[in-house]
Structures are given as C-alpha cells and as structure tokens.
C-alpha cells in the first residue's frame, strides 16, 4: 500500500494594530493583569455596537496583495456561531462567503532537499480573535479576555503539502512576510502567529497518482505554536494515520486533535465542526467593506516583498544563498547591510589599485569579508551582550569603514574583533578605537623577525619539536608572537617568518 500525505494549513496572524478589531480596548495583552483590556463591547454587553478597526482592515488588504490574491471588491463580516467559555458573545465576527481575499499564492525557494514549488492559497479572512483560556494546576480553566478581540488574519492553504518541511518552509516564508509589511510580530511562540494543520493520507500508484480524487476525512491539529511543533506534530500523525489504514481502519470521520509536546503525541479533543454548525450569517451591526479603493490605493505602496529582495540581494552583491537567508530575516539587518555594502561600494570603487578589470573579484572577496564580520563576529556580539541590530550603537557607515580596514590588511583578524567590540560598546568610528588600543598592523618584518626569534629563544623545546615534523606546533608560535604583538602581527606573515628562521 503506497500512502501521500495530505497537508493544508490554517495559520491566524495577530495584526499589531494599536486598539481590538470593534473597540477602543489596547490590542496588547502580553504582561498586563488578566481581564484588564476589556470593555462593554469586547465582553459582548447587551446593547453595544461594534465598529471596526479601519487600520486592520487596511492592513489585510495589504497582506492580501502581497500574498498576490484577489482582493474582494465588496467584502462584508459574518457571525461565527459557537458556544465556548472564550467567546462572551457565543458568536465570533469572522468572515464566510465574502472573505478579504482570495486565490493567493506563495512561493517556497528554499526547502531542504527539494525543488522550489508554489503553495495556492484558497482564502484570507479577517476576524477578531477569542480569548485564551489558562488551565490551572488545581484542575481548572480559567479565561482571560485580555485578547479576545484584537484583529487576526486566517490564512488557508489548499491542501498542496507533502511533508512536514514543506510545511515548516510555508510559515517561516509567512512569518518573514508580514514583519517585512510591518503587521505584524508575527512570533509563533507568543502567539502572533498559530496554525491549524490538517492532515489525512490518501493511496496513490507507484508513480505517486493517486488511486482517486477524493480525500480522506482530514484530522485538524489545533493551535500550534513553534516550528519544531509543526514539524514534529505533522511527523507523528502521519506515523498515527499510517497504522490505522495499513490495519483496515482508515479515519471516516473529522476529528480535531491537540499537539501535547510532553508527551510528543496528538490527542483527540472533539469532532470537527462544519460550516453548517457555525450557523454562519451576515454580521448586522457592520456594513459591507468597499476595498476595491483600498487595494488601488495601498498597491503601488506595497515594499519590497523577501523573494523579490533575496533575489536583488544575490544578483546586486553577490551573497551566498545561506548568507541571504540570515540576513533577509530581519527587516533591520537587511537596511543595516544595505547602508553598510553602499558605502563599501563606493570605497572600492574609488581605489586607484584596482583596475575595471578586478573589481567583480575584488567586489565577491569584499562581500565574503563583510558577511564573514557581519553575521558571524558582530552577531556573535550582540548575542553576548544580549542586544538587538536595533538598538545597538555602531551605525552602518562605522561597520564599513571597519570592515574596509579589514579587507586592506590595515587591521588583523584578532585585533579586529577587539576594535569591533569597542566600537560596538562605544559607537565610536574604528580609527579612533584603533589609535585607542594601538591597533596598528604590523608591517615592518624586521620588528616581527625579531618577535618571532625570542619567541623560538623562549620556547626552544616546542621549536625542535616543530622542526622535527610536528607542525601542529606552528599554531602554538604563532599564538606566542601574536600575544607579544599585542594582535597586530599579521597571522600569515608570521607564520611564514617562522619557517624562514627554522627552515
């Protein structure tokens, strides 16, 4: 029996609006007493009105377009009926048959192992999200209604997955997308993005056909809130689903299942409701929504999207695939190294030493340079000391002088990341932070012979031992000179003066 899984996914988006979906309340419900940021009409009191957020709706337009739907022109909101302890009103203003767009599109470049390929998107509704209930150690649940309310963005996939990569490679791509549009924070473990993954299996030929167009009753993992639990919940309920078809029991009804990580399983919570059960209908106390205006309006707005700027990144400086991946993951390391590679640019253009002949050589070793101290040393850091490319003194401009510095053997490797920690400490340009360390290269080899002879003078068992074959010692010496050169010995240099003076 040959078995394909089938994968679709619902992923909600927490719009970072400033005010809830229908009323005044403060959407920001991280570190705030529970039960704080309601009102009237976020409880659902008898005889209020909502009115909705003109900033969300906005913004959804904006995500709709980036995801390249079709933006509905007369789109409206509908009741969501339901009866849970999270939902004041027992009904959620959610959207149906008029969503905000539909017929979208994202495309995946970069899934381990496989070839680029392009997940259809069948819709994107705009809703307010239900309050979060808290189970307690003494057996109980408790709801706090701080985020019930703020605006959320359901955006359904058809279902086009395969694997649980695929899946995985879908929401980082989603993720990146709407913090570059600015939306959203869009941190799965806080909550600003959670997905509901649906999953059923289905027999195909050998040639991976499948035996029949119908799916299977689907199983729908509710609420899931880490990449590492996409992966591993889609992994296990393959495994599940797997067992019961090859024991003749294949699922014949939709279920809903929870991911319990401590336990690394599914559990069953209920069978799934269908539309019919929500007894949808349209939300009376708010007017149909005009976007076709919005959507001309917000178009020719819209930034630069992460594929479009992976791809200038590549063809503009040269970077290498897993660099552009690293950097285009923050929108704010994306401008620091743009700001930084332009004034590098123009350095190396302005250098008399290199001919129109050598600069697209001379351009490719200054990116690998500056990619080598951006992500790797001044990354390195700012995890240490625990700040952000945000909020950290050394500006753009400062970085490229340093790493200019670099790139003309003004400045050692070692000593480097001493300058760079000092610059990132002070802010200060790096020819002050070197005149301040005496942070000078080395260039005179009459004064590094002469390092390198006390060196061999003061460690004469390690410098037989190297001439007699063991060259890892070479290592050891040249560690010697550069603590004596205070770093600003040149490592090549001198372990080329090593082997001048032992032969």
Request: with cysteine; aromatic share 6%.
């Amino acid at each position: 029996m040959n078995l394909q899984p089938v994968i679709g996914l619902e992923t909600h988006v927490q719009l970072k609006t400033k005010t809830k979906m229908f009323c005044g309340c403060s959407a920001h419900s991280e570190n705030v007493a529970p039960n704080t940021n309601v009102c009237p009409v976020c409880m659902g009191h008898p005889g209020t009105l909502p009115l909705p957020n003109e900033q969300a709706i906005r913004w959804a337009v904006l995500l709709g377009l980036a995801l390249n739907g079709q933006i509905t022109p007369h789109s409206k909101f509908d009741r969501k009926n339901y009866f849970y302890p999270d939902l004041p009103k027992a009904y959620q203003i959610s959207q149906f048959d008029l969503p905000i767009m539909t017929e979208g599109e994202v495309e995946l470049d970069d899934i381990p192992g496989e070839e680029p390929r392009i997940i259809r998107l069948e819709r994107m509704h705009l809703e307010e999200d239900a309050a979060k209930n808290i189970h307690g150690e003494d057996g109980k649940t408790y709801v706090d209604y701080n985020r019930g309310g703020t605006p959320l963005c359901e955006i359904v996939t058809a279902p086009v997955f395969e694997t649980a990569a695929q899946a995985k490679a879908y929401v980082h791509e989603l993720r990146l997308l709407v913090r570059t549009l600015g939306i959203s924070d869009g941190d799965l473990e806080r909550g600003h993005m959670r997905c509901d993954v649906n999953i059923s299996l289905r027999e195909v030929d050998e040639n991976g056909v499948p035996l029949s167009p119908m799916l299977s009753p689907k199983t729908e993992i509710k609420n899931i809130n880490s990449f590492r639990h996409i992966e591993r919940a889609i992994a296990y309920e393959v495994k599940r689903q797997t067992e019961l078809w090859e024991a003749g029991t294949p699922p014949d009804k939709t279920f809903t299942r929870g991911w319990n990580d401590a336990k690394q399983v599914t559990e069953e919570q209920r069978a799934k409701e269908d539309s019919a059960d929500y007894r949808y209908f349209p939300e009376p106390d708010v007017p149909p929504l005009e976007l076709a205006s919005i959507a001309k309006e917000i178009k020719p707005r819209m930034p630069e999207l992460p594929a479009a700027k992976r791809a200038r990144l590549k063809n503009e400086y040269g970077f290498k695939a897993e660099d552009i991946r690293m950097i285009v993951e923050d929108p704010a390391l994306v401008d620091f190294t743009e700001k930084a590679m332009s004034e590098l640019g123009a350095w190396l253009q302005a250098k008399p030493d290199v001919s129109p002949d050598q600069m697209p050589e001379a351009r490719a070793k200054l990116t690998k340079t500056f990619s080598g101290w951006l992500l790797s040393k001044l990354m390195g850091l700012l995890e240490e000391r625990k700040i952000d490319i945000r909020t950290m003194k050394l500006s753009p401009e400062n970085f490229a002088e340093f790493v200019s510095l670099i790139a003309d053997n003004k400045l050692t490797g070692p000593k480097g990341l001493e300058v760079l920690a000092k610059m990132l400490d002070s802010g200060a340009d790096p020819s002050h932070v070197m005149e301040e360390l005496g942070a000078n290269r080395m260039d005179d080899m009459t004064a590094l012979e002469a390092i390198v002879k006390t060196v061999i003078e003061e460690n004469p068992k390690e410098a037989d031992r190297y001439k007699a074959g063991e060259t890892k010692l070479m290592q050891f010496l040249v560690g010697q000179v550069m603590k004596i050169s205070k770093g600003n010995a040149d490592p090549s240099k001198t372990a080329q003066a090593i082997k001048n003076i032992l032969g």
